[in-house]
């Protein structure tokens, strides 16, 4: 082999390595959410805003993820094609509405001087039809303008399922709470911000029960689930008066 042979060889050879390797550094990742996380510490670890998390995984409270839940972390090209085909429909949008309001200037001037044509001329029903029509013609073109940028715009919209009934705070539900140990500061704190006391909420994002957690206690009964909570709050926060505050800084637990 000659040695000009073998420097092309050599040379195909790193190419290929370097396009692997950036194949490989411009892939998409996966995050197994820890306890404890949030989506601001997740932005900063990887070099992203929490709206680029949240556009990403579809979030629909940024305040709100949790333990095992998959978070996809986009990669810079992927940030980079979201954001133009942003700009692209926003340009569509726009000259859809920029062609909508020529046509309509268009046909009103035409009508104004059919108008002024047949006042001062014995050819006022010519202009008269040729007014109708230049009014036709611009209205077909707004329309499908118009059509074309609701296709543009078109998004689909997420349905929220009504919150279920709440009981009242001094009902069976409570007292059920309380002689299985649960506390008021937890009752009033997190159970009734969380689900309004109503032991059957699920929420649109399927978290349930009492304490809105997507822990399997979370679909039992009344003792189940204070048994369940008064745990939850033990184990991750260290007591219940540490879930209580921690609920009361954040908004969510």
């Known amino acids: ?43 900063d670890q990887f070099n992203l805003t929490v709206e680029d998390l949240v556009k990403t995984n579809k979030i629909t409270d940024a305040n709100m993820i949790f333990a095992d839940q998959q978070i996809e972390v986009p990669t810079q090209e992927e940030l980079n094609e979201n954001a133009l085909n942003t700009t692209a429909a926003s340009s569509a949008n726009s000259a859809a509405s920029d062609a909508a309001s020529s046509a309509m200037s268009e046909a009103v001037a035409s009508m104004t001087a059919a108008s002024e044509a047949a006042a001062s001329s014995a050819a006022a029903s010519e202009a008269v039809a040729s007014s109708v ?66 032991p059957n909420a699920v929420s649109p994002n399927g978290y349930m029960g009492l304490g809105q957690t997507k822990e399997g206690w979370g679909t039992g009964d009344v003792a189940t689930q204070t048994n369940g909570l008064v745990n939850y709050a033990v184990s991750r926060y260290g007591s219940v008066d540490g879930a209580v505050q921690f609920r009361a800084a954040n908004g969510w637990w």
Request: hydrophobic letters at 50%; zero cysteines.
């Open 133 to 198: 029509a230049a009014s036709e013609a611009a209205a077909s073109k707004a329309a499908e303008s118009e059509a074309a940028a609701a296709s543009v715009q078109a998004q689909p919209v997420a349905q929220q399922a009504a919150p279920a009934a709440a009981p009242a705070a001094g009902g069976s539900v409570y007292d059920q709470f309380i002689a299985n140990g649960g506390t008021d500061a937890l009752w009033q704190n997190i159970v009734m911000p969380e689900s309004g006391g109503n």
């Open 1 to 43: 082999m000659s040695k000009m042979k073998e420097t092309a060889l050599t040379i195909a050879g790193l190419a290929s390595v370097l396009v692997a390797g950036q194949t490989v550094a411009n892939a998409a990742s996966t995050y197994t959410v820890q306890k404890g996380d949030t989506l601001s510490e997740l932005a």
